[in-house]
């Protein structure tokens, strides 16, 4: 998947044979994305159950950010959290897991200076695969284009071209945020209960079973 910052619309292109793909900005970067309204892939049932959700200083802990920049991405509709959004005072939002995948994974792209337009396309993308898909995937950039790459031979394909100055693998970033929301507090949305110690990797496995 390529994305760029050129004004191009359009929906997602067919895969090419043998190589990496893209899909280009435009319409969808300016769109805003409201909690739980993009269904994701009917593999990972995770609006369905919506069981496990992360306050806002859990979710920046475990993406690296501030929350400032949590803040500021919630109200800019650049990632939102699709448990459970502010809803005035004292309302608390809730990240899933797959919204703090997506925090760390803006982080790193704005550390080396993609631009936002491509960021924002890149986070729609994200949201609306499977967890399998995540899971297998890397991203590469030369900091104007993003490229979606689910083999090795893409990457390398990429950088033989010069296309790829780095890259992030997003199972990499996936167990990262395992690890780290294994160690803070997340709370069951239907009870209010607050689970020390949750490792998400049980949830996600549990999950995939009800889906299988």
Not at 5 to 22: K, L, M, N
Not at 130 to 138: A, H, Q, S, V, Y
Not at 163 to 177: E, H, K, L, S, T
Not at 183 to 201: C, D, F, I, M, S
Request: one cysteine or more; a neutral charge.
């Amino acid at each position: 998947m390529r994305i760029t910052g050129d004004g191009t619309t359009g929906g997602i292109p067919a895969r090419s044979e043998g190589g990496p793909y893209a899909l280009h900005g435009g319409a969808v970067g300016a769109a805003r994305r409201q909690p739980e309204s993009v269904p994701h892939g009917p593999e990972d049932g995770e609006q369905a159950t919506g069981e496990i959700g992360y306050r806002g200083p859990t979710a920046c802990a475990a993406a690296g950010i501030t929350y400032r920049q949590l803040d500021y991405w919630a109200r800019t509709g650049l990632v939102e959290p699709s448990v459970r959004a502010a809803g005035g005072s004292g309302t608390q939002r809730l990240y899933s897991f797959r919204d703090v995948v997506v925090l760390k994974i803006v982080k790193r792209f704005l550390d080396t200076g993609v631009a936002l337009q491509n960021i924002r396309t890149t986070v729609q993308h994200l949201r609306d695969r499977g967890f399998r898909d995540l899971e297998r995937m890397t991203l590469m950039s030369d900091g104007a284009t993003v490229y979606e790459c689910t083999s090795p031979d893409e990457v390398v394909g990429l950088l033989q071209g010069g296309q790829g100055i780095f890259g992030i693998a997003v199972g990499v970033v996936w167990r990262d945020v395992e690890k780290a929301l294994s160690q803070l507090h997340g709370e069951r949305v239907e009870t209010g209960e607050t689970l020390v110690g949750h490792n998400p990797a049980d949830e996600l496995a549990a999950r995939r079973n009800r889906a299988g």
